[in-house]
């Protein structure tokens, strides 16, 4: 058995060379990969001994040659293939370990050249990895450190790969060289080339979206159904995902997540993550129907659960702190479908082992997490894809525009600023009641903003909640009066919008008229 050896990344290469040598593997490899085995006392044989062939082009050319394709190609239970092979000299190679020159870790470099970028573009192991991955059956492939140690149980228990195992180094092969290729067409049809500019050392400007957008996922899971009973699902996480996002959760008890849960959970986690002080989010049918935050991860979960019993009943709930004892038994004693959370005590996870349908989630949070965001979102459209920058806007109290005479007192205005952050993950047209830290009532995904103002209103008064002396907010400025005028009368104080209407200023009038404050943001969080 021969060993093809040739990588970038060189984590586990030496132990994997010694462990195949010792196996009885010839190994054969190339540049400094074979430098570095031969270093440590490794009989290796460089390529361009098996080839006749000097490396050339600064060693763009070494592998591209027909004594390693053909030895990586021919088909060994093929006779013809075989006395090709004999005729022409050509030995078999039965291992291909290569990974790829980092094209993706240079283009995320600040500064990278174009340059640095096309000489990154690796061509012989890509091309090396498609022959030995078309005959899977006769030549294992090997792209990533993290399938050494399967190859080397494998070898060593019977002194060969199995079909199963190849067959999946196959398709991991596959999936690394279109991960590999989109990614150089993502960087080439971003740049504005300019050739005027061109030397080694010019940085282009890149396009924020590409000529041709190539993304990549990996299925995390099939799931029972979709939306609905009658469609089909899977969940697919990103190839790198974000430290503390809700692909990297790690579910510790309860049923199957089915989409809506994941979508759901999604809405809830995203949210609870914007919050610096302790917080808890209850979500149901992707809006936030409960957000608070609180000295403890009980108080926060009181709190929000006040702002709608009702549709806090079968939601999901996510907490941005460790959940205790106290804060378990709280929860518990509702009905949730998926519960999140950094951490879970010994206590807590004792309370829901008797609740085995509650899904509990455990998603480690990073120092960073509230600025751990999507750079990105997509939403897909007929025969497209709708594409665009995330909405990561923090809105802070110097970028407040205070237009009324009466103005915010410093809990109105801290008060404010949480409203604002709740009704980015509210669906336009969203408005907010808050106080003390807590939603009071919360109006959604109506065709106006008269009718979400009503509903929000509506809401607090089931739940038995006093409006008296709120802020509120909404995603969007009021195009008349009559929608400030709802939220007055129902007892707001202070209101916070974008303006931008060319009725601003009736709106201004009319807030001056009711005695209350009134704060511009310029920034508008629809959200569909």
């Known amino acids: ?38 270093e440590q006392g490794l009989p290796v044989t460089e390529v361009a001994q098996v080839t006749g062939f000097p490396e050339m082009l600064d060693g763009r050319v070494k592998t591209l040659h027909p004594k390693v394709h053909g030895g990586l190609l021919a088909r060994r239970d093929s006779p013809e293939h075989m006395a090709a092979l004999k005729a022409h000299n050509i030995d078999t190679i039965d291992l291909l370990i290569v990974n790829l020159y980092p094209f993706e870790d240079t283009v995320a470099k600040p500064g990278c050249t174009l340059a640095d970028a096309i000489e990154n573009i690796d061509i ?20 990533d450190a993290s399938q050494y140690a399967d190859v080397i149980a494998e070898l060593r228990a019977s002194g060969k790969l199995s079909d199963k195992l190849r067959f999946a180094l196959s398709v991991a092969a596959f999936n690394r060289i279109s991960q590999y290729d989109g990614a150089i067409s993502n960087y080439l049809s971003s740049v504005n080339f300019e050739a005027e500019k061109l030397s080694e050392t010019y940085v282009p400007e890149r396009a924020q979206f590409s000529g041709q957008f190539n993304e990549q996922y990996v299925k995390v ?17 990103d190839l790198a995902p974000a430290a503390g996002s809700l692909a990297t ?18 809405a809830a986690w995203e949210c609870v993550k914007s919050f610096e002080a302790t917080a808890c989010v209850i979500v149901k049918h992707a809006n936030p129907c409960g957000v608070a935050v609180g000295a403890t991860a009980l108080e926060a979960y009181s709190k929000a659960f006040q702002t709608d019993p009702t549709s806090a009943f079968g939601g999901i709930i996510a907490f941005n702190r460790p959940v205790d004892k106290a804060a378990a038994e709280a929860v518990s004693k509702q009905f949730v479908e998926v519960l999140m959370a950094p951490e879970f005590s010994a206590e807590a996870l004792e309370i829901f082992k008797s609740k085995v349908n509650v899904r509990l989630m455990k998603i480690a949070l990073p120092a960073n997490y509230g600025q751990v965001r999507n750079a990105l979102e997509t939403k897909r459209v007929g025969s497209g894809l709708l594409l665009q920058s995330a909405d990561n806007h923090e ?28 009704a980015k993950f509210v669906k336009s047209n969203a408005i907010v009641f808050c106080k003390n830290g807590m939603t009071m009532g919360v ?3 109506q065709m106006s903003r008269l009718d979400s103002a009503r509903i929000a209103s509506i809401k607090a008064e089931a739940a038995k909640l006093s409006l008296q002396h709120t802020v ?4 969007a400025f009021f195009p008349f009066r009559d929608g400030l005028d709802v939220v007055v009368d129902a007892g707001a104080t202070c209101v916070v919008q974008p303006g931008g209407s060319m009725r601003d200023q009736e709106v201004i009038d009319a807030a ?3 005695g209350v404050a009134m704060v511009f943001t310029g920034v508008r969080h629809f959200r569909h």
Not at 223 to 234: F, M, T, V
Not at 249 to 266: H, R
Not at 472 to 475: H, I, P
């Open 249 to 266: 959760g790690v579910q510790l008890q309860g049923k199957e997540l089915s989409y809506n849960n994941i979508a759901d959970a999604d």
């Open 1 to 38: 058995m021969r060993a093809l050896i040739s990588v970038s990344d060189k984590t586990g290469i030496v132990d994997l060379a010694k462990a195949l040598h010792a196996l009885g593997v010839g190994l054969i490899s190339t540049g400094g990969t074979a430098k570095l085995l031969a």
């Open 443 to 445: 109006g959604a995904g």
């Open 512 to 514: 001056n008229e009711r």
């Open 395 to 422: 809105l802070a109290l110097a970028d407040l525009k205070i237009v009324t005479v009466k103005q915010p007192t410093p809990e109105e205005l801290h008060d404010l600023l949480f409203a604002w952050k709740v």
């Open 472 to 475: 509120v907010a909404s995603d």
């Open 124 to 143: 012989g192991g890509p091309a090396m990895v498609r022959s030995a991955a078309k005959n899977w059956k006769d030549v294992g492939i090997v792209t």
């Open 221 to 237: 899971q099939d799931l029972r159904y979709g939306e609905n009973s009658h469609q089909q699902a899977a969940w697919y996480r």
